[in-house]
Nanobody
C-alpha cells in the first residue's frame, strides 16, 4: 500500500519561504518518480515540479522555476519542496504524488497515488 503524507504548510508573508515535506511509504523514492502539485480555489490543479524515476532529474513549471526547489532524501524516503520568494498567487493546497509504474514525462503524468494535501497561504 502506497501512502503519502504532506506537511509544512502554513501562513507566510509575501517574500517569505516554506519547506514542504512528503513522507512516502510503500515504495522507494530512489526508484520512482515524485511530483508536487497545487490547486487554488476555483482553479485547475497545476503541476509544479517533479523528479523522474530513472536519472533523478528535476523538472519545474515556468511559474515556479527559480523560486522552488524539489529534492528527496532516499534514506528517509521523503521528498521536499523548498519554496522561496512566495507570492500571494502561490496560495493553494499543495499535494505530492507518485506511482508504482515507470513515469515518462513526470510533470504531465496521471499519478495513481496522492497525499491529502497541505494548505499554503501567502498573505500579509
Amino acid at each position: 500500500q502506497v501512502h503519502l503524507v504532506e506537511s509544512g504548510g502554513g501562513l507566510v508573508q509575501p517574500g517569505g519561504s516554506l519547506r514542504l515535506s512528503c513522507a512516502v511509504s510503500g515504495l522507494s523514492l530512489e526508484n520512482h518518480a515524485i511530483a508536487w502539485f497545487r490547486q487554488a480555489p476555483g482553479k485547475e490543479r497545476e503541476a509544479l515540479s517533479c523528479i523522474n524515476s530513472v536519472y533523478g532529474i528535476a523538472y519545474y513549471a515556468d511559474s515556479v522555476k527559480g523560486r522552488f526547489t524539489i529534492s528527496r532524501d532516499n534514506n528517509r524516503n521523503i521528498a521536499y519542496l523548498q519554496m522561496n520568494t512566495l507570492k500571494p498567487e502561490d496560495t493553494a493546497v499543495y499535494s505530492c504524488a507518485t506511482d508504482l509504474r515507470f513515469v515518462k514525462g513526470c510533470l504531465t503524468y496521471e499519478y495513481d497515488y496522492w497525499g491529502q494535501g497541505t494548505q499554503v497561504t501567502v498573505s500579509s
